[in-house]
């Protein structure tokens, strides 16, 4: 039998806890293994099984590093997890207008940027293929950094505004599979209606793009505040879903299709055209049923858009048992994962309020799925006490144990790391793919799916990676991988569960 070790990027003690914070990162190349993994395919790579000594019921304790206030009001506060010099580190706002990258190791800050106006939202990605990090700026207008934290930082203006308003959103994404990143410019007139739309930038793999294009008619868009990247159709190849404030008043939410030819247009709704001022989305498998369901967080509530078998989603928030919040209360972020392994997946809310002058202290919500088709609060249960203003959410395991650790954004300082402590009695899977891949897992009887997403959320993106748990399965019969422009690539098992794996085009 042979399997891959773990190459990690970084794992180094993280300060102050006693415990050892690593991302995984690149696997190995193929080694002699007795963990009883089968020959991988190209394109796969299987780490080594990780069993668990001493099972502790699943708990978080907050390891923040030291914060830094200096945020003040931020409204969106964007972050990204990364790899930096000295470890994992994170690149958020800070006094609205900057971008730091701080050490989750030291806290030291290891990299920055200044602009003239506010940061809603920025993505990391590798634009032009020199394996440096750069970084897709929205501010009123757009800012490409290029090589973020290196000797050979600079920074350019993408585009000044063309029409009234503000960019709001940058989604970031290979539109028509020819492997350069394409970038779609999402514009917020909150004026008026007449000027706000969408432009797509093809990129040419140098750091250049063409002239933008133009996509959709007058009226298909709304209030854009956030997009998700996402196949929404299972066709291999990625739409947006995008997510618009003010929803009664002006636009609902809108699907994007790829037409497969590079094209992008307004689309059916699939049932997820909800008109609401919505905040932020994130997909997931709540139900286990093999579909992608979407959550939705809103002013004052919080959506959960069930996939119905026949290419539409039906709301279940209530079924479910999500309330409504307090009128001043509002849904971010969100991510649906399994946090203790039990085979069901469950549900993070990170509320806040908008800035004031007194902001309002809102906490991280968390949702457990005891049972199938009902969620119940547990956030206090489960160590998520913190209160404050979070906004986006990211789910990895950190710190190496099997299950999730939790990066929160935070409207008023810092981003907080909460970790989890000891490992579960139950099974766990971690698979990376593409980004915008489904994967899908059989185990135990169930097919689940989830989507391998780097900006899985509002406010948060990071490495396409995705977690399963798989509660008493001692097996796993296949690993399924649907990325954009790829063929379907099937891993066969069987293969003991509690690894870590990775499929990328060969």
């Not at 934290?149 to 063309?162: A, H, N």
Request: glycine share 12%; with cysteine.
């Amino acid at each position: 039998m042979r399997a891959a070790a773990w190459n990690w990027i970084f794992g180094l003690p993280l300060l102050g806890c006693g415990s050892t914070l690593a991302i995984p990162g690149g696997l190995g190349a193929l080694e002699a293994s007795d963990t009883g993994a089968p020959p991988a395919p190209a394109g796969w790579l299987i780490g080594d099984e990780e069993p668990c000594a001493a099972p502790v019921s699943p708990a978080w304790r907050d390891a923040s590093p030291t914060v830094m206030p200096e945020r003040s009001g931020d409204h969106d506060a964007p972050m990204a997890l990364v790899a930096g010099p000295a470890g994992p580190s994170v690149v958020h706002t800070v006094d609205l207008r900057g971008l730091v990258q701080r050490s989750l190791t030291t806290s030291a800050v290891e990299a920055s940027v200044q602009f003239a106006m506010p940061v809603h939202a920025f993505r990391t990605a590798d634009l032009d293929g020199d394996g440096l990090l750069d970084l897709v700026v929205a501010t009123d207008e757009v800012y490409l950094v290029w090589g973020f934290g290196s000797p050979s930082q600079r920074t350019e203006l993408l585009r000044g505004v063309v029409r009234p308003g503000e960019v709001n959103k940058v989604a970031v994404l290979d539109v028509d599979d020819d492997g350069p990143l394409d970038l779609v410019t999402l514009t917020t007139d909150h004026a008026g209606q007449a000027d706000m739309g969408a432009e797509l930038w093809r990129g040419a793999g140098d750091g250049t793009f063409a002239a933008p294009r133009t996509l959709g008619q007058a009226g298909d868009w709304g209030q854009v505040f956030d997009a998700r990247v996402v196949d929404l159709d299972g066709d291999h190849d990625l739409d947006l879903y995008v997510c618009n404030d003010d929803g009664e008043r002006v636009v609902g939410n809108k699907v994007v299709e790829n037409d497969g030819k590079g094209g992008l247009a307004v689309g059916e709704g699939q049932g997820l055209d909800i008109a609401v001022s919505c905040m932020g989305s994130t997909f997931g498998d709540l139900n286990a049923d093999g579909e992608l369901d979407a959550w939705v967080g809103a002013l004052d509530r919080q959506h959960l858009l069930l996939a119905d078998g026949r290419g539409g989603h039906y709301d279940a928030a209530a079924a479910w048992g999500l309330l409504p919040f307090a009128p001043h209360q509002m849904a971010w972020g969100g991510a649906m994962v399994d946090l203790d392994n039990n085979g069901l997946e469950d549900l993070l809310t990170a509320t806040s309020d908008f800035p004031g002058a007194v902001p309002v202290a809102l906490p991280l919500l968390a949702f457990l799925q005891d049972q199938p088709g009902h969620l119940r609060p547990a956030e206090t249960e489960l160590g998520l006490v913190a209160v404050s203003a979070p906004r986006g959410v990211l789910a990895r395991d950190l710190n190496a144990d099997g299950l999730v650790d939790l990066l929160v954004s935070d409207m008023l300082r810092s981003p907080w790391l909460f970790l989890s402590e000891g490992c579960s009695e139950e099974a766990w899977l971690e698979v990376s793919a593409p980004d915008g891949a489904w994967v899908r897992v059989e185990a135990g009887g169930r097919t689940r799916v989830a989507l391998a997403s780097a900006e899985p959320t509002f406010s948060a993106a990071g490495s396409p990676v995705v977690h399963f748990g798989l509660g008493a399965a001692e097996e796993i019969d296949a690993i399924v991988i649907e990325a954009p422009g790829q063929p379907t690539t099937r891993l066969e098992g069987p293969l003991s569960p509690r690894r870590r794996v990775a499929w990328s085009a060969p």
